[in-house]
């Protein structure tokens, strides 16, 4: 009797595991298309960005994607507080924003490599402002790809990721933050790197710096999001900007505008997300391959770092 009862048996499993591995295709694919496409289109759950505040404050903002954020959020008839280290390139950006799109600019000059007391001026600087929207931007990255003992002034170097992407982060969120629950609304969006997310030698100190920051994120999104203050982390991949050394733009690395105005649809609707489609995909085939076989999906980003790396060293010889 058993016998002729396990063919039945067998079938229903069958059926119930195509059904099982059916639904989670179809919950994935559902995901993919309704964030990435679908929401941002249709403004589910986006923020309206001018009901955050009358200011909007940009770290490391005279530069790709800084300076893109600062120009989007101006559009929008937010005024704009620049930060950045060099006082000509700050009083540019000001005087093209406040021309072209009508508000008003604040600057402050800021080298976040240098921490003695730069905190306590940037507060001076925004006490008593509206803040509705904090971008923290800036950072810092190796100058090539690099083993982790054989990059050139590493101490300086390292102490100058830790300050900048960490750092800066933190105590630019200890400073704008207590406004912003005074008032129950605000945004945030701390810039981290695909980098985190996915398997980075040669740029190890680089991407765990950047995995602080995606971390910190999260938990602080859970913490204040009972007083309706939106925390974002933007873990982009390359992009056009001096930092990336990539010249010109392309589908898988666009200009910073191109981004900017793609990323900043989703504020709202993704508390972690790249922020640009491509960059989703390729973080989405390398967990794919991360999850067939580690050591290949290792082995790829070692071999295209070190030819970085070698092309960055054939420059500086010649």
Known sequence: MSGEHSPRVMDSIGILCTVVVGFWVFR???????????????????????????????????????KAYAETLAKNKLNIVLISRTQAKLNDVATQITQKFNVETKIIVTDFTNV????????????????????????????YPEYFLDLKNKEEIYDNIVKCNILSVTN???????????????????????????????????????????????????????FDITVQCLLPGYVATNMSKIKSS???????????????TTIGIR?????????????????????????LSRWIIVRTMTNIRARALRRQIH
């Open 28 to 66: 994935f694919i559902f995901r993919v298309v309704y964030y990435n496409f679908l929401a941002p289109l249709l403004k589910i759950n986006a923020v309206n960005l001018r009901e955050t505040g009358k200011w909007a404050v940009i770290t490391g903002a005279t530069d790709g994607i800084g």
């Open 116 to 143: 003695t007391d730069i905190y306590h001026n940037i507060d001076k600087h925004l006490h008593g402002l509206d803040i509705g929207i904090l971008i923290n931007n800036v950072g810092m990255s190796y100058p």
């Open 172 to 226: 630019m969120c200890k400073i704008v933050l207590p406004g912003m629950v005074e008032r129950k609304r605000g945004v945030i969006v701390n810039i981290s790197s695909t980098a985190a997310q996915i398997p980075s030698p040669l740029l190890s100190v680089y991407s765990a710096s950047k995995s602080f920051v995606e971390k910190f994120s999260e938990d602080l999104a859970a913490e204040y999001n009972r």
């Open 250 to 264: 392309t589908w898988m690395a666009p200009s910073p505008n191109k981004f900017v105005e793609e990323a900043i």
């Open 271 to 295: 508390e972690k997300t790249t922020g640009y489609f491509p960059h989703t995909l390729l973080v989405g085939v390398i967990h794919f391959l991360d999850a067939i076989s580690p050591r």
